[in-house]
């Protein structure tokens, strides 16, 4: 298995943009999790799925944040407009009920 | 809600050195416990695990970490570490039930390795 693949790598973008994160879970996953990392907040859950289906979505920041499931082997992370505080690594993870959640190499998002 | 404190935000040692990172956790239900390590510039991978049976758990690396309920705490130790144990190392509580639960993070223990 490929792992949970993550696009694009790096992300650079000037405040006011729309940026749309992309994440391939684990293939048979049933959880999927947006997290973000800064220095100053460390790793934060911003929103998960089960079954395609958002369950939790209180860590997402504002209404400038959106995510979407379409499917079982997709989903996405949108920022519109971006602003330079977005900046950070967001990671996608996913899982089986109860057990470790297997991550993505994250995407570096600088917002100039 | 549950949470994770990790009590240590850095933690310095020598090489061949022992080194425990401590982590308490709260939560109202019955909780996994994980250890995941973050090595520069990389996603996070799993180190250890504890669903349940024994209180100790060995993962990978010559880690291994002992779950305490009465004390709520899941500490990290390995009896002799290398330089390339530099990394930052995060404790994380999912709960059971309620459909699986969100894990949620401590805020990580930097463990710098010096020769």
């Known amino acids: 298995d490929a792992g949970v693949i993550q696009s694009p790598r790096h992300e650079v973008t000037e405040m006011g943009q729309e940026v749309t994160l992309r994440c391939k879970p684990i293939?048979?996953?049933?959880?999927l999790f947006w997290y973000r990392q800064t220095m100053m907040r460390g790793l934060e859950l911003l929103i998960y799925?089960?079954?395609?289906?958002?369950?939790?979505d209180s860590g997402m920041p504002e209404d400038r944040f959106s995510a979407k499931m379409p499917n079982a082997s997709f989903s996405t992370l949108k920022i519109q407009p971006s602003e330079p505080r977005d900046s950070a690594v967001y990671f996608c993870?996913?899982?089986?009920?109860?057990?470790?959640?297997?991550f993505g190499n994250g995407t570096r998002l600088t917002v100039t | 809600a549950q949470s994770v404190t990790q009590l240590d935000s850095q933690v310095p040692v020598f090489e061949e050195a022992p080194v425990e990172l401590r982590c308490n956790y709260s939560?109202?239900?019955?909780?996994?416990l994980f250890w995941y390590v973050q090595y520069p510039n990389q996603g996070l991978q799993l180190l250890l695990k504890?669903?349940?049976?024994?209180?100790l758990v060995k993962g990978i690396n010559g880690f291994e970490a002992e779950f305490n309920k009465s004390q709520t705490s899941f500490h990290l130790r390995k009896p002799s570490v290398h330089i390339s144990d530099t990394a930052e190392y995060f404790c994380?509580?999912?709960?059971?039930?309620?459909?699986?639960?969100?894990?949620?993070f401590g805020q990580g223990t930097e463990l710098s390795v010096k020769p």
């Open positions: 994380a509580v999912r709960e059971d039930g309620n459909q699986g639960g969100k894990l949620i």
């Open positions: 799925f089960n079954n395609n289906v958002p369950i939790d």
């Open positions: 993870a996913s899982s089986f009920v109860g057990a470790p959640l297997h």
């Open positions: 293939s048979g996953h049933d959880y």
């Open positions: 504890y669903l349940s049976g024994s209180t």
């Open positions: 939560s109202s239900v019955s909780v996994y």
